[in-house]
């Protein structure tokens, strides 16, 4: 099983709302990321996991926050977002933090904030 | 630090000819080199990657790429496309020195396949 997978595909938001983003792997993966992607561009890396440990941040705003429960599930909590935090939302997931091992990722979410 | 250009933001192309995606890289330090195609509505999937050894890599659907140190490029190939390569194609650079970082991505080339 090769699948990285992500809930919900769709959501629509209200600046004031607060969401959760979650993604699941059972590869026995030990490193996990979010990406941002706005149409056209290409992913940009927000956050890495690395044995359930936050390894890297990009600098993100505090808007989002991510978790990681376990070394199946990535989870990214969303509040106060902005309308321009409207992008496709992806997960990945890879053996470890190691660049040389493939990333696999979700098919995304699709985030609208209004 | 990295970059990573993508010569083509379009490519159309008709069923069955060949086609040539570029990519160049700007690096101080010697890199990874991936391919990683996105089709609609879809997350992206590693096509092929160069680490080390021969400068000619392949993919198990007719893509290939070859590593060229001296022009910094890997641009991607396949003698013969189909419709369902229709899809945006990004190239990525990594960091040898920093394994533990992140991909370069390039903006991406549309390949567009028409019958």
């Known amino acids: 099983d090769t699948e990285v997978t992500q809930t919900p595909k769709h959501l629509v938001m209200g600046m004031t709302n607060k969401k959760s983003l979650k993604c699941e792997q059972h590869?026995?993966?030990?490193?996990m990321y979010w990406y941002k992607q706005k149409a056209k561009k290409p992913p940009e890396l927000m956050f890495v996991?690395?044995?359930?440990?936050?390894?890297i941040n990009e600098s993100v705003p505090s808007r989002f926050s991510p978790e990681c429960p376990n070394s199946s599930l990535l989870n990214l909590h969303l509040h106060a977002l902005q309308p321009e935090d409207s992008a496709l939302y992806l997960c990945?997931?890879?053996?470890?933090?190691?660049?040389?091992?493939?990333?696999?990722f979700g098919p995304g979410t699709r985030l609208t904030v209004t | 630090a990295q970059s990573v250009t993508q010569l083509d933001s379009q490519v159309p192309v008709f069923e069955e000819a060949p086609v040539e995606l570029r990519c160049n890289y700007s690096?101080?330090?010697?890199?990874?080199l991936f391919w990683y195609v996105q089709y609609p509505n879809q997350g992206l999937q590693l096509l092929l990657k160069?680490?080390?050894?021969?400068?000619l890599v392949e993919s198990i659907n007719g893509f290939e790429a070859e590593f060229n140190k001296s022009q910094t490029s890997f641009h991607l190939r396949k003698p013969s496309v189909h419709i369902s390569d229709t899809a945006e194609y990004f190239c990525?650079?990594?960091?040898?020195?920093?394994?533990?970082?992140?991909?370069?991505f390039g903006q991406g080339t549309e390949l567009s396949v028409k019958p």
């Open positions: 990945a997931s890879s053996r470890d933090q190691d660049l040389t091992y493939e990333q696999y």
């Open positions: 590869m026995g993966h030990r490193a």
């Open positions: 996991y690395s044995y359930e440990k936050l390894s």
């Open positions: 690096s101080s330090v010697s890199v990874y």
């Open positions: 160069y680490l080390s050894g021969s400068t």
């Open positions: 990525a650079v990594s960091d040898r020195r920093n394994q533990g970082g992140k991909l370069i």
